[in-house]
């Protein structure tokens, strides 16, 4: 099979979520769900979540559960509208810019030095990050002004979503880190006898992902124009979204390259929230059917691996029979 | 050596305990009260307030206001309020007040996430002998209700009309033309939220505006959950005619705005909330024709069981059973009534709020003694912007 054709069959194989799950939803409600009205707005609003599960990639690669880029995304916001409503726009972007790379330096350093599983320090620097949160200036909220939101606005959503997915792209596939931190998430016992540094994988892939979340806590600020702080684990909703379209994403690798996968994945998801709202899904009934699609999607798949491993297997039992 | 260590660094350990204990109840709230008011309320029961309240937080204008106003009432007579907002669901509402109790409180004010926690708080608080109200609540299950009506240290609750408030509303959305409406809301559960949707419901259910599409936020609220549900109603509904938000705090109301201003449906999807938003944000919505309708103001509802909760400590107790206090929304339909209601009854810029300090200390018994509890349920039937403007010789 020839290259082009090779990737021409791996973006079919991924699209095939999105366009059965909108098939779904438009065989349901024909005449209004998704005009193409409808899915540049569900495009715009999982630019922000593609930015934060982009941000997570390498975490859930090397299996290190992160609980905190909600809080990050949310102090981020704060911080960048404060700095908006006292020094201007480019003060908001910078602050954006300057306060992830922080994050993610305190998320990088609490891992390695405390040397504790990732989910409690997460959560504990999660519970940091939103009680300053409620505290900072006040704790009163931010807002800005819609033209100060421009990039949370089209066509800057995108170009920023782009930039980002660039990045991370090739940082993910083409340098050494990318490498070592599928390396590391494979086998660690394997990468440390190849030589590989796990702890300094690890410290910059908390690092990238702080980057990334900074990113994100700008581009949903100039999204929403509106902020306030969340607090009691109120931020986890916000991560969980990111989160499933990774878990998405790992269950497409096997067609389409992990960064594509989470774009697909934030998509797919919205896609699936705003078709159950048009549909007229009871509201309490709204998450139970989101659940039961990954649970069903990722069950699914892994079903599939298991018959087709069992199939090869068969094939080469008969091959070394015959 | 080690043992004597051991014993001395114990000894120090209780002593500080002890000192930390002592210079808590003793210490002084501030407050503007005379030194002869003081003196006076702490010999009704030589027991000093120390009012805990539960409460989701004090970030926004809601949580922050009330709070501030109970505070005020509180230091009438010479007492302090402890704020506990830790709790992540109905359950761990049971923690804040067990927190509460360690740290000294004699009575504590809920805002309840749920009916089903209260009979289990209800123990808690009668066991450590804890004077106990509900402010924004009415207990909804009969079962329920009738457990509480037996528990001594249970004074009661303020609450305001839900439904009627949320029915109200929908009627007069239905009256202007409204066919297609969406309904945003806590999650199922959460009793005040309950209400209001089945307000709207009613309202729905009487005329011919239909809920074409409802949405939950699931965990917190805040603008940008709202924003995610109004764009899914406006995907999904072109012909989409209003949006009812359940509450407009935690930026929820400025999430829903937003996102109509994002995709050019401001002013052709109208909104309408209950919680009032910032005064310069509820202005302009109101002249655009953004905002249809809104229904607030009712940060001065905690003020009334916690009188209740004060007279109680001091052994001025107001009723001998548990008594419910309605108070009314303010309800906005024109940009004049948020005028008004911005100069004269909550206005943070200038420190100006529907009770001067002299009022507040009107609905304790110790300083006014011809107080009852009639009196106070009149003070809370009265409120309104026109009842503050007299009060304040603004009319």
């Known amino acids: 099979m020839g290259k082009t054709k090779k990737y021409a069959v791996s973006a079919l194989k991924g699209l095939a979520l999105p366009v059965v799950v909108y098939l779904i939803f438009k065989l349901i409600r024909p005449a209004t769900f998704g005009t193409p009205e409808a899915l540049y707005i569900i495009a715009q609003q999982a630019m922000m979540v593609t930015i934060m599960s982009l941000g997570m990639c390498c975490n859930m690669t090397i299996g290190i559960w992160d609980f905190s880029p909600g809080s990050i995304v949310t102090m981020v916001g704060l911080i960048c509208g404060y700095y908006f409503n006292q020094y201007g726009f480019w003060a908001m972007v910078a602050a954006g810019i300057l306060s992830g790379i922080l994050f993610g330096l305190i998320n990088a350093t609490a891992y390695t030095v405390l040397r504790v599983p990732s989910v409690v320090v997460t959560v504990g620097l999660m519970l940091i990050y939103e009680s300053y949160g409620s505290v900072y200036k006040g704790g009163k909220g931010v807002s800005i002004t819609r033209e100060a939101g421009i990039l949370g606005q089209a066509p800057w959503i995108f170009l920023v979503t782009l930039v980002m997915l660039i990045i991370l792209y090739v940082i993910y596939n083409k340098t050494k880190f990318g490498f070592n931190v599928k390396a590391v998430g494979n086998n660690e016992l394997i990468a440390k006898t190849a030589g590989i540094n796990p702890r300094v994988v690890k410290f910059f892939s908390f690092f990238i992902a702080g980057c990334y979340f900074g990113i994100a806590g700008l581009v949903n600020l100039s999204y929403t124009t509106a902020l306030s702080p969340a607090k009691n684990m109120g931020t986890m909703s916000v991560t969980f979204d990111a989160m499933m379209a990774g878990f998405i994403a790992i269950y497409l690798s096997g067609a389409v390259n992990r960064v594509f996968g989470i774009v697909i994945g934030t998509f797919t998801m919205k896609l699936i929230s705003a078709g159950l709202v048009a549909i007229g899904v009871e509201a309490t009934w709204q998450k139970v059917f989101v659940g039961a699609f990954l649970l069903f999607f990722i069950g699914f798949t892994q079903i599939k691996a298991q018959v087709n491993e069992w199939m090869n297997r068969i094939k080469r039992a008969k091959q070394v029979k015959a | 050596m080690k043992k004597l260590l051991a014993l001395a660094m114990a000894l120090v350990l209780s ?381």
């Open chain 2, 15 to 395: 002593l500080s305990l002890v000192a930390c204990g002592g210079g808590d109840s003793s210490a002084a709230a501030g407050g503007s009260s005379t030194a002869d008011d003081l003196s006076q309320a702490v010999e009704a029961t030589g027991e000093k307030v120390k009012l805990g309240i539960i409460i989701w937080g004090t970030t926004d204008a809601l949580g922050r206001n009330s709070t501030m106003m109970v505070e005020k009432l509180v230091q009438q007579v010479g007492g302090e309020i402890v704020i506990d907002s830790s709790y992540t669901s109905p359950e761990t509402q049971i923690q804040s007040a067990e927190n509460l109790i360690s740290a000294g409180c004699n009575a504590i004010l809920i805002v309840n996430s749920s009916d089903t926690m209260l009979p289990t708080l209800g123990k808690l608080c009668e066991e450590n002998q804890v004077y106990w109200g509900l402010q924004w609540r009415d207990v909804i299950s009969p079962e329920i209700e009738e457990q509480l009506n037996t528990m001594e240290y249970f004074v009661g609750n303020t609450c305001e009309d839900e439904t009627e408030i949320t029915h109200r509303l929908g009627m007069a959305m239905a009256d202007a033309g409204v066919k297609q409406l969406a309904m945003v809301g806590n999650p199922v559960g959460d009793t005040t939220h309950d209400a209001r949707w089945q307000g709207i419901v009613d309202a729905c259910d009487e005329t011919e505006m239909d809920l074409v599409a409802q949405y939950r936020y699931q965990g917190t609220s805040g603008a940008p959950a709202c924003m995610e549900a109004v764009e899914s109603f406006i995907t999904g509904y072109p012909d989409l005619d209003a949006i009812f938000l359940t509450g407009g705090t935690n930026s929820t109301l400025e999430g829903a705005l937003s996102a109509l201003d994002k995709h050019g449906k401001r002013g052709e999807i109208k909104l309408a909330c209950v919680d009032f938003i910032d005064a310069d944000q509820m202005k302009e919505y109101l002249e655009d024709g953004t905002l249809f309708a809104i229904a607030g103001g009712h940060y001065v509802d905690p003020v009334f069981t916690a009188a209740m909760l004060v007279n109680a400590v001091e052994g001025n107790r107001l009723s001998d059973k548990p008594e419910e206090i309605n108070l009314q929304f303010i309800d906005f339909q024109s940009a004049d009534d948020a005028v008004n209601y911005y100069d004269y009854v909550e206005n943070d810029a200038d420190g100006i709020y529907a009770y001067t300090e002299e009022e507040l200390g009107m609905m304790i018994k110790s300083i006014n003694p011809d107080l009852t509890m009639d009196g106070l349920r009149q003070m809370a039937a009265d409120y309104s912007i026109e009842d503050v403007m007299e009060r304040h010789g603004n009319a």
